[in-house]
């Protein structure tokens, strides 16, 4: 348990869907991030969060939205996705100061119809 | 930007014999150095890091080796055993000295102990 949760751990979508992913942490970390997890590829980072400002935006498209309501949950929307969009989607958080280990969350897979 | 690379994408090991997982990186201002171990169906976490001031670190049966001259680091696992089989990512930043520096990672390896 590394004090990082996601749900929902499994989603099947169609491309004309409107859904969201949650990111919850009890670690009372700062920095929060979304990633892409696709097969034989590195670990994509997608948005970072800091003390709830957005901070990086890995030139994401717009059919993800990142929301960060407070320092402990961060949500991505999702609409209008593209099969391609299929992979695991990771949430980590760090304490957002200099170098910390970063805490990953079990991820939700995602399937796109 | 920075770029790692890492080999070899899979390796399989007898149980009791050590496993060697290699990465390069192009950016010389990297700095911090972290391993991560993945299980199925859970994330990444952290199992070793290294900082630029030290050559090599060691944790138990686990160990990372850096060479920054050539720019390059290694896991090392002795006496490998059934729950070592993961996926294994290295990764590097330059987060000492900047600060909050993002991480980027290698394409892992998928390391199978063989018992």
């Known amino acids: 348990e590394t004090g990082v949760t996601q749900t929902p751990r499994h989603l099947v979508m169609g491309m004309t869907n409107k859904k969201s992913l949650k990111c919850e942490q009890h670690l009372g970390h700062n920095a929060m991030y979304w990633y892409k997890q696709s097969a034989k590829k590195p670990l994509e980072l997608m948005f970072v969060?800091?003390?709830?400002?957005?901070?990086e935006n890995n030139s994401v498209p717009s059919r993800f939205s990142p929301e960060c309501p407070n320092s402990s949950h961060l949500f991505l929307h999702l609409h209008t996705l593209q099969p391609e969009d299929s992979a695991l989607y990771l949430c980590?958080?760090?304490?957002?100061?200099?170098?910390?280990?970063?805490?990953f969350g079990p991820g939700t897979r995602l399937t796109v119809l | 930007g920075e770029n790692v690379e890492q080999h070899p994408s899979t390796l399989s090991v007898q149980e009791g014999d050590s496993a060697v997982i290699k990465c390069t990186y192009s950016?010389?201002?990297?700095?911090?150095f972290p391993w991560y171990k993945q299980e199925l169906g859970k994330g990444p976490q952290l199992i070793i890091d290294?900082?630029?001031?030290?050559g090599e670190k060691k944790d138990q049966r686990i160990a990372v080796t850096l060479n920054k001259t050539a720019k390059h680091f290694s896991l090392h696992i002795t006496e490998t055993q059934p729950e070592d089989s993961a996926v294994y990512f290295c990764?590097?930043?330059?987060?000492?000295?900047?600060?909050?520096?993002?991480?980027?990672f290698g394409t892992g390896t998928r390391l199978t102990i063989i018992p």
């Open positions: 290294i900082r630029s001031n030290v």
């Open positions: 980590a958080t760090d304490s957002g100061g200099a170098v910390n280990e970063q805490f």
């Open positions: 969060y800091n003390f709830k400002e957005q901070t």
């Open positions: 990764a590097a930043s330059k987060g000492v000295n900047f600060g909050n520096e993002k991480l980027t």
């Open positions: 950016d010389s201002a990297s700095n911090y």
